[in-house]
T-cell receptor
Framework: SAVISQKPSRDICQRGTSLTIQCQVD?????MFWYRQQPGQSLTLIAT?????????ESGFVIDKFPISRPNLTFSTLTVSNMSPEDSSIYLC????????????FGPGTRLTVL | GQQVMQIPQYQHVQEGEDFTTYCNSS?????IQWYKQRPGGHPVFLIQ?????EVKKQKRLTFQFGEAKKNSSLHITATQTTDVGTYFC???????????FGTGTRLLVSP
């Protein structure tokens, strides 16, 4: 397993601004994942972040809107840029500590409200 | 693209009753995982199934992977109030497709 922390836990932001979410893992992992969970909905994968390379974005998500950094094997950030009320969601980072087994361990999430 | 549907969307049971949620994929899966998300919490990994027809048990929870590897089920025997939450399945299609989460089943248990 893995212990994951996220900052901030929640935030209320004005439209047009940006928010950077941090994700810290207690062990080195190859891949980190960023998900979005809209209220009452399932989880949607935004992107996969590998250390030392560009993140891989899923259909419907673009780097200009959700830039991701992965400076080392225990840390990643997701920025939600030029926010609108439609970006109000819970953003979760996750890892697969066993590497490629698909067992995901999630951080506590960041609850974002955009006014 | 790959879709993973769960039924029912919501179920309200009395404590002690059994509960089952079903997960159905539009494509064949290489594996399937189950997660539980308590209200206000984050998804927590419960189990992974890999083999066709596989059945695994965790105390009162029984997980099954279908023979065709396109469906799965989670059965809870004698529910308790601590079972409250949303249960998600997640699967990856064969051929290096991305991991897709199911639509979820929300369980409410009344004492």
């Amino acid at each position: 397993s893995a212990v994951i922390s996220q900052k901030p836990s929640r935030d209320i932001c004005q439209r047009g601004t940006s928010l950077t979410i941090q994700c810290q893992v207690d062990s080195q992992v190859t891949m980190m994942f960023w998900y979005r969970q809209q209220p009452g909905q399932s989880l949607t994968l935004i992107a996969t972040a590998n250390q030392g390379s560009e993140a891989t974005y899923e259909s419907g998500f673009v780097i200009d809107k959700f830039p991701i950094s992965r400076p080392n094997l225990t840390f990643s950030t997701l920025t939600v840029s030029n926010m609108s009320p439609e970006d109000s969601s819970i953003y979760l980072c996750s890892v697969d500590p066993s590497g490629g087994t698909d067992t995901q361990y999630f951080g506590p999430g960041t609850r974002l409200t955009v006014l | 693209g790959q879709q993973v549907m769960q039924i029912p969307q919501y179920q309200h049971v009395q404590e002690g009753e059994d509960f089952t949620t079903y997960c159905n994929s539009s494509t064949t899966l290489s594996n399937i995982q189950w997660y539980k998300q308590r209200p206000g919490g984050h998804p927590v990994f419960l189990i992974q199934l890999v083999k066709s027809g596989e059945v695994k048990k965790q105390k009162r929870l029984t997980f099954q992977f279908g023979e065709a590897k396109k469906n799965s089920s989670l059965h809870i025997t004698a529910t308790q109030t601590t079972d409250v939450g949303t249960y998600f399945c997640a699967g990856r299609g064969t051929g290096f497709q991305k991991l897709v989460f199911g639509t979820g089943t929300r369980l409410l248990v009344s004492p």
